[in-house]
C-alpha cells in the first residue's frame, strides 16, 4: 500500500525543486525525505528521480505519480478539514500569513477576539508580502492568507485557491507640515512628480504602486529611500526629509508634524482579501477565522 506520506515528500519535490528544499518546507531532515521516496520507489517498482547536475528532476512517470498524489493529499485535506471536524467546535492549528499591515489592522484584532473566546484554535502568524502568502497558501505551507492587490498592480490567484475580498485601503500622501501640499484637500499624480519619496523595496507590490502612479505621466519618482516599514516612512516624512504613500489599513496615529493627504485622479487604493484553498472552504477554523476578519474588516481600515 502507498504511504501518504511518500507521496507527500515526492509532491514536495517536485515543487521545490530539489531534495533539500523539500526538506526544510516539510521540517524534516533531507535523509528522511530521500527514504520517503525510496520507499515509494519499491512499492511502485520504478524509479521517480533523476539525477541532473547536482540536483534532482522527477522521471516521467515520477511526475504522473506526484500528480496523482496533489490530487489525493487534496482530497484528504478535504476530508480531514470537513467530515472528521467537528463544525460546532473550531480547533487545531490555523496557519496565517498576511502583510504587515494587515498583521497590525486585521490580524492583531483577530487574536485579541481569538484569546476571550471558546475556540480551541492554535493561531500562528507570519508576515510576508502578498505574493509570496497567495504561494504559501498555494503549497500548503500556510492555510489561511491575508493579501492586498492594488488596482494598477493585479495579483494573481491560482485555481485551487478561493480568494474572498474584505475590504477597500485607500493610501494617502503624508507630508510634513510645513510642506506646500499640507493645506490641499487632496492632490494628483501631476502634484506629486516633484517630489522626493520614500518606498518598499524594489519588487514589492507597493513600490510597484508608486512607480505606476507616474507611469502615464512618463516619469519615475525620485525615490531616495528604501525601507519596508512603513513606520520607517512616518517617520522621515517627520523630519521633512521625504514624502510617502501610506495605506489606511495598521496605519498608526500620525505624529503632529505629519499631514495625509488624500490622491485623487486616480484614487490610490488596494483590495484586501483572503484566501486559502478550495479544499478548506468548509473547514470550521477556515470559516470561524474568516467570519471574524469580515467583522473586524466592516469597521473599516481609518481615516486620513
Not at 526544510?24 to 525525505?33: C, D, K, L, R, Y
Not at 480547533?91 to 498583521?103: K, N
Not at 523595496?201 to 512618463?218: K, Q, S, T, V, Y
Not at 514624502?243 to 495625509?260: E, K, M, S, T
Request: with cysteine.
Amino acid at each position: 500500500m502507498i504511504d501518504i506520506g511518500s507521496l507527500r515528500a515526492l509532491a514536495a519535490i517536485e515543487q521545490y525543486r530539489s531534495v533539500i528544499a523539500a526538506s526544510e518546507a516539510m521540517g524534516f531532515s533531507p535523509s528522511a525525505v530521500s527514504q520517503q521516496v525510496k520507499k515509494l520507489e519499491k512499492e511502485a517498482g520504478f524509479a521517480l528521480l533523476e539525477r541532473r547536475g547536482r540536483g534532482v528532476l522527477l522521471t516521467e512517470r515520477g511526475v504522473a505519480l506526484a500528480a496523482y498524489g496533489r490530487r489525493i493529499l487534496a482530497e484528504l485535506e478535504e476530508l480531514q478539514s470537513t467530515l472528521l471536524a467537528d463544525p460546532a467546535k473550531p480547533s487545531g492549528q490555523l496557519r496565517v500569513v498576511a502583510f504587515s499591515t494587515a498583521c497590525r489592522g486585521l490580524v492583531g484584532p483577530l487574536l485579541g477576539k481569538l484569546a476571550v473566546s471558546e475556540s480551541g484554535l492554535d493561531v500562528s502568524v507570519l508576515a510576508e508580502d502578498p505574493r509570496e502568502a497567495v504561494a504559501r497558501v498555494a503549497n500548503g505551507e500556510a492555510d489561511l492568507g491575508l493579501v492586498h492587490n492594488w488596482n494598477s498592480v493585479p495579483l494573481v490567484i491560482p485555481e485551487h485557491l478561493s480568494l474572498e475580498w474584505l475590504c477597500e485601503d485607500i493610501a494617502d500622501v503624508l507630508v510634513h507640515s510645513s510642506h506646500p501640499l499640507a493645506a490641499r484637500s487632496g492632490v494628483t499624480p501631476a502634484d506629486l512628480v516633484d517630489e522626493q519619496w520614500i518606498s518598499t523595496p524594489h519588487g514589492a507590490i507597493c513600490n510597484e504602486a508608486l512607480l505606476r502612479i507616474f507611469a502615464d505621466l512618463g516619469r519615475v519618482p525620485d525615490i531616495k529611500v528604501y525601507d519596508p516599514d512603513f513606520a520607517t516612512h512616518i517617520a522621515l516624512v517627520e523630519q521633512a526629509a521625504v514624502v510617502a504613500l501610506v495605506p489606511r489599513l495598521g496605519r498608526p496615529a500620525l505624529p503632529g508634524d505629519v499631514v495625509a493627504v488624500p490622491v485623487t485622479d486616480p484614487v490610490q487604493a488596494r483590495q484586501v482579501g483572503i484566501v486559502h484553498r478550495r479544499t478548506m472552504t468548509a473547514s470550521p477554523g477556515i470559516r470561524y477565522v474568516s467570519g471574524l476578519l469580515r467583522e473586524i474588516a466592516a469597521s473599516g481600515p481609518g481615516e486620513p
